[in-house]
């Protein structure tokens, strides 16, 4: 494989933000905060399963509305994150796809590469610290699914992620079936050049966020509903719930991006998105620390408790995370990640 070529890194735009990626694709800043905050709400739903494991060494699903404590995690957190990190998983796939193409003679290969270098990450997080590791499904999804649709026409690609999305809505599946669909959702919407103009209207995401929170409104109710009545049909609500959920907190993200309230939601949720592999995996290590400090069953903890956990967790990676990239072009593990994918050693510290 030739060696990568790297254009000129500019001059930082703020801190910790440059103008370009890495590979010298231009930064589209709202990909970054999206990414950012979706890893903030995941550890807030994964706490409790994280510290579980220390108890008793098996995974916990997330309970829907299990009290009036814990209500509010059913219904604006659990299942409402990974939608939106399993759309840009997508997304940042068809990108670098577009990005490597006429630089290296096989570029399938390298995000194959690229790939299995992911599942041998998820399979060690998973076997190692917890066993409802996200990525080890992330890649084998991306190695059956988003890999081979590169070969097809976009026209396919969203056709097929429509069939995706919608199947396990009707048959009642959990939210963890809808990852092949939405991988192709980000897929396609890179590939019709959305995400190119994802910042230069407001009007679209004006009019989707108001039909996803009309149609979350009575999914979250008939959520409610199921899992109190513990019905069959709980999977299929909360599923859709989430989905729709988390649409509408897209889109209200990328309207306060077009507000005075942009330098402030780059400036939190910016650095925690770019360096999202690094602080996600750092985050499982840290719950099981406070989970052994804390001690007693996680299921004893209160949502206070859950949110301080969280807080206390993302407050130093993201004065880490900023305090890294003024002087670094990526996160420790996804230069690791980069430097495995491309097998050359990639530049890290910034060009002074």
Known sequence: MPPETLPPTPAPTGPGQSATTVSGRPRIAALDVLRGFALCGILLANVKPIAHMVRTGEVTQPVVVAS????????????????????????????????????????????????????????????????????????????????????????????????????????????????????????????????????????????????????????????????????????????????????????????????????VLQGVFAPLGRMALTNYLSATVLVLVAARLLGGSPDDWSQTTVLLIAGVILLPQWLVSTLWLRRFRQGPLEWLWRWATWARRPPLRRAS
């Open 68 to 263: 009036q404590d814990g209500a509010w995690l059913g219904l604006f957190v659990d299942q409402r994150f990974f939608p939106i990190f399993s759309l840009l998983f997508g997304i940042g796939f068809s990108l670098l796809l577009d990005s490597v193409r006429g630089r290296v003679p096989r570029p399938r290969v390298l995000l194959l590469r690229r790939i299995l270098v992911l599942l041998a990450m998820g399979l060690a997080h998973m076997f190692l610290l917890w066993r409802g590791d996200i990525l080890t499904v992330y890649a084998v999804v991306g190695l059956l699914v988003l890999l081979p649709s590169t070969w097809l026409p976009r026209w396919a690609v969203a056709g097929l992620a429509a069939c995706l999305v919608a199947t396990p809505l009707i048959l009642g599946s959990n939210g963890v079936a809808l990852v092949p669909g939405l991988f192709l959702l980000g897929s396609a919407l890179t590939r019709y050049g959305v995400i190119d103009r994802i910042e230069r209207s407001a009007r679209v995401p004006a009019v989707l966020g108001l039909v996803f929170a009309a149609g979350a409104v009575p999914a979250t109710w008939l959520q409610i509903r199921s899992g109190a009545a513990g019905t069959d049909d709980l999977s299929s609500w909360f599923a859709l719930a989430g989905l729709l959920v988390a649409g509408a907190y897209v889109c209200a993200l990328l309207l306060l991006l077009r507000t005075p309230l942009r330098p």
